[in-house]
């Protein structure tokens, strides 16, 4: 059983329907810490403002996260589902997130290197420095583009499994062992996503 | 690199996709679901599906349509036309859609912007914009509505402004001078908005040519250009389009 976690931020619809469309049955949209806790695999969507989160605590969802991925089940979150893996983002200061990777998300500098940056970050745009070993990237060609749409972003670590351009590098995909997050969004990113979804399904 | 968008654009009414040439001898190019899926795969960044006519009647082929084809649509996809109420747009995000476009609903209620972004965030709105050049060309462009034949007294500028403070994720803007005659973009137009707004402007009505996108992107300062007439009649593969784009210069998803 895969759970998609249900936040109440945003459409969970594509996410979803990629899913299925690659072979997933049996899908739970749940807010159920038990039904996280008995997922062989999790997908945490998102779109929306980082305070949404605030709810997984308030749920219960952010404890039972972290139960499941301790004992290895495989984790998957987009977009502000990937920003809430780090400690927290200056979006919404008193919102704690997973804290399972260092640092918190900030946002895009308003000028970078002297030219006006434009936020957000909306449209095609590529991954670069594929970590090979990454199983999520699995055959992702490093400069295939995905589609992002954000104004928040992650740092750099040795996490990080690879990283896009825009005012300076972010973490695009962040990935280790068990736990893994892209910024772009999958279900809208054509072949490179579904192949990333497709990984995940088989991890 | 942050790449340029092509967007193709199908007019729909009636359940079926239209041309016509500035408002007339309206043509079928046939079902919309199809096309938008051969859209996608012929490279496409994102699809926009209009329904023209909007008729209250024809609500429920249109949510059947945006289904179909968001079945097997995997870029961004976009739908506008008669969404008068944040519960009309949840019923098309929830047939499948990632992205609304509305236009005279949110001149007549601009609170209708910040009211859709609240529950799908403000990427899932798209503010279109109709607009003409005025006495004095772009300065005192004016917001059009009703397919161009109204007048509303705003102005372009401040209205493309107001738009991204009540929470649009970007902004459509249609010149209405240019729309249909393929003879290129209104770069100027677009540049205007493009330097007043800091959210992403799609540039609308115009285009005929890749040389036209070229100079959307550079000259306009678009973020994405959307194009419907090029692209009918068996013309669903855009990467012909886009390598000839990327070869003047502008940053393409290619290969796609």
Same mark, same amino acid.
């Given at each position: 059983m895969i759970a998609v976690i249900d936040?109440?931020?945003?459409?969970l619809t594509s996410v979803v329907k990629a899913l299925r469309y690659l072979?997933?049955?049996?899908?739970v949209v749940t807010q159920s810490p038990e039904e996280v806790l008995r997922a062989d695999k999790i997908v945490l969507p998102g779109v929306g &403002? *980082?305070?949404?989160?605030?709810l997984l605590a308030d749920l219960g969802l952010t404890q039972a996260v972290r139960e499941a991925v301790a004992k290895g089940t495989p984790f998957l979150g987009i977009c502000v589902g990937l920003q809430w893996l780090?400690?927290?983002?200056t979006e919404a200061p008193e919102t704690a997130g997973l804290? &399972? *990777?260092a640092d918190e998300c900030e946002r895009f500098p308003a000028v970078f290197e002297g030219v006006e940056l434009k936020s957000p970050h909306v449209g095609w745009n590529s991954l670069e420095?594929?970590?090979?070993?990454s199983r999520l990237l699995r055959g992702v060609t490093p400069g295939s583009f995905v589609y992002f749409t954000h104004s928040w972003r992650a740092p750099l670590s040795d996490d990080t499994a690879a990283k896009t351009m825009y005012g300076g590098a972010f973490t695009s995909v962040v990935e280790r062992g068990n736990v893994m997050g892209v910024q772009f969004h999958p279900e809208k990113s054509a072949e490179t996503g579904l192949l990333v979804l497709r990984n995940f399904l088989g991890l | 690199m942050l790449t340029k968008r092509i967007i193709a654009c199908l007019d729909v009414r009636g359940g079926r996709v239209v041309k016509g040439v500035q408002f007339v001898d309206i043509v079928d190019a046939g079902d919309p679901a199809e096309l938008a899926i051969r859209h996608a795969r012929g490279g496409a960044d994102e699809i926009v599906l209009l329904d023209?006519?909007?008729t209250h009647e024809g609500r429920g082929t249109l949510l059947d349509t945006v289904k179909r084809a968001a079945a097997q649509l995997f870029v961004p996809f976009t739908v506008g036309g008669g969404i008068r109420s944040a519960e009309d747009a949840a019923a098309v995000f929830d047939a499948g859609a990632d992205k609304v476009s509305i236009n005279s609903s949110a001149i007549a209620r601009p609170e209708l912007i910040g009211e859709i972004g609240a529950s799908f965030?403000?990427?899932a709105v798209i503010v279109a914009i109709d607009a003409r050049r005025g006495k004095h060309g772009v300065s005192d462009a004016e917001v059009y509505v009703s397919g161009g034949r109204k007048?509303?007294?705003?102005r372009l500028v401040e209205w493309a402004r107001e738009a991204e403070q009540r929470g649009a994720g970007e902004i459509l803007l249609t010149s209405m001078d240019k729309d249909?005659?393929?003879?290129?973009?209104?770069c100027e137009l677009t540049r205007a908005v493009s330097e007043a707004v800091q959210i992403p402007v799609i540039a609308s009505g115009g285009a005929g040519s890749a040389a036209d996108f070229a100079d959307v992107f550079k000259a306009?300062?678009?973020?994405a250009a959307l194009a419907a007439s090029i692209f009918h009649f068996g013309v669903t593969d855009s990467r012909a389009l886009k390598a000839e784009v990327a070869a003047a210069g502008v940053a393409m998803r290619l290969p796609c």
């Open positions: 936040y109440k931020a945003g459409n072979g997933a049955d049996n899908i &403002h *980082f305070q949404s989160t605030q780090y400690e927290g983002s804290g &399972h *990777f420095e594929v970590r090979a070993a | 023209i006519t909007a965030g403000a990427q007048p509303t007294g705003l249909g005659m393929r003879d290129g973009f209104d306009g300062r678009a973020d």
